[in-house]
Structures are given as C-alpha cells and as structure tokens.
C-alpha cells in the first residue's frame, strides 16, 4: 500500500478547474495533524517546484506562479488534504506530487498527471 495515494488529475481545458486529493492511509500517519503536507508539482525537463503546503495549524504556503488560482486545504479526520486549481493554463500542465514532512520523516506520492489544453 502506498504511503500517500494521490487522485483528481487528468486533462482539462485552459481556464478550468481540477482538484487534487491526496490521502495518507498507513498507519504511520496515526498523526497526521502532525504532518506538513503539500502539494509539488514537475513539469518536463524542469525541476519540481512548491506549489503550496498546509502546517499543522492550517497555515498554508504557495508558490509565487499560484497567484490566488489554488487554494489547499487538510481534513485531519480523513487523513487527505486536497488542492483546488481554478483558472488552470496550459502551463500548469505537469504531474503533481503529494509530500507529507514531520521532522526528518518525509514521503512522496506517486504523481499525478495534470494537462490542460489551450
């Protein structure tokens, strides 16, 4: 079983929305609330780059190309933070990765595709 399990990308249309989930179901997550989880994301032939991240306290981060078109979020009780992107443009097209980081613990998912079509 994978530690993160991301869902909710695939191809959408320039100027559309897409929201990713990302759910920690592993026991090792017994904490969760503990975790700072994000959201990043690697688009061909560049590196992966912060698209935002959620603290324990709810306190969240985002990369400086978001500029108020994604918004994330974290429910504790079902261990999965999820990433709502409107306003979508062909360059946000890469595979989105869910990261979870407690200490030196850290954790990827395995990505999901995002494509959005001009």
């Known amino acids: 079983q994978e530690l993160l399990v991301e869902s909710g990308g695939g191809l959408v249309q320039q100027g559309g929305s897409l929201r990713l989930s990302c759910r920690a179901p592993?026991?090792?997550?017994?904490?969760?609330?503990?975790?700072?989880m994000g959201w990043y994301r690697q688009a061909p032939g560049k590196q992966r780059e912060l698209v935002a991240s959620i603290a324990p306290g709810r306190s969240s981060n985002y990369g400086d190309f978001v500029k108020g078109r994604f918004s994330i979020s974290r429910d504790n009780s079902r261990k999965t933070i999820y990433l709502q992107m409107n306003a979508l443009a062909p360059e946000d097209t890469a595979v989105y990765y869910c990261?979870?980081?407690?200490?030196?613990?850290?954790?990827w998912g395995q990505g999901t595709q995002v494509t959005v079509s001009s």
């Open positions: 592993r026991a090792i997550f017994s904490t969760f609330s503990a975790y700072t």
């Open positions: 990261n979870s980081k407690s200490g030196a613990a850290e954790s």
